[in-house]
């Protein structure tokens, strides 16, 4: 079993940064696949971004190319989303997800989720 535990988010004007922490407890994140996907209301969770357990592969969904970038600290057992250039649509709730095997980008092949963080770009 894998907890994952997220922080970070909360309330920034468009056009600032913010990082979320996604830290796992249990086992090794060495050894899985992290993404990070997001839910804004009244609509359906997306793909952000997936990196390989070796961190050698990362996607990015198009929207977020170039503005946030994932990482994932095998000694810190931790997976990190920074997100620069915040746009009012980045809005959502973010959640990370871990599985062992390939990164995937649909949210149904994810085992283990954090529990969510609001994130809130204002105009």
């Known amino acids: 079993q894998v907890q994952l535990v997220q922080s970070g988010g909360g309330l920034v004007q468009a056009g600032g940064s913010l990082r979320l922490s996604c830290a796992a407890s249990g086992r090794t994140l060495s050894s899985f696949a992290v993404a990070w996907f997001r839910r804004a209301r009244g609509k359906e969770r997306e793909f952000v971004a997936a990196i390989r357990s070796s961190g050698d592969n990362i996607l990015y969904h198009d929207s977020v190319k170039g503005r946030f970038t994932i990482s994932k600290d095998n000694a810190k057992n931790t997976s990190f989303l920074q997100m620069n250039n915040l746009k009012p649509e980045d809005t959502a709730v973010y959640y990370c997800?871990?599985?062992?095997?390939?990164?995937?980008?649909?949210?149904?092949?994810?085992?283990?989720w954090g529990q969510g963080t609001q994130v809130t770009v204002s105009s």
């Open positions: 997800a871990a599985r062992e095997g390939v990164e995937l980008v649909v949210d149904r092949g994810y085992d283990y």
